[in-house]
């Protein structure tokens, strides 16, 4: 069974740093690529980071040059560091999974991945 676990949101000045963890199993970590998503109150899930099989890396413009996506395939681990955060990062935070194989590709679209967390409450108070 494929399990996804979110952990290191909370409630932070903003302006500050947070990384967040997501840790699976039941899956062979290194066929899947891992994406953040994330959803602000009273809006839509967005997008906001990837990382592949090969640990190339996509982001969100609103989060690029500010948020790390990393992974470590020998924990079964995938982060996201971010920092210099803003009141409009506010949201839940969901890590996700897509099996790929062997194939190269992106995936920034939720529709694309298979398995989610439950996500993860990041606050940013101003």
């Known amino acids: 069974q494929v399990q996804l676990v979110e952990s290191g949101g909370g409630l932070v000045q903003a302006g500050v740093s947070l990384r967040l963890s997501c840790s699976a199993s039941?899956?062979?970590?290194?066929?899947?690529?891992m994406g953040w998503f994330r959803q602000p109150p009273g809006k839509e899930r967005e997008f906001v980071a990837a990382i592949s099989r090969t640990v190339s890396t996509n982001y969100a413009d609103s989060v690029k040059g500010r948020f790390t996506i990393s992974r470590d395939n020998t924990k079964n681990t995938v982060y996201l560091q971010m920092y210099s955060l803003k009141p409009e990062d506010a949201a839940v935070y969901y890590c996700?999974?897509?099996?790929?194989?062997?194939?190269?590709?992106?995936?920034?679209?939720?529709?694309?991945?298979?398995?989610w967390g439950q996500g993860t409450q990041v606050t940013v108070s101003s």
């Open positions: 996700a999974a897509v099996y790929t194989g062997s194939r190269t590709a992106t995936f920034n679209i939720d529709s694309q991945y298979n398995y």
């Open positions: 039941g899956l062979t970590f290194s066929t899947y690529a």
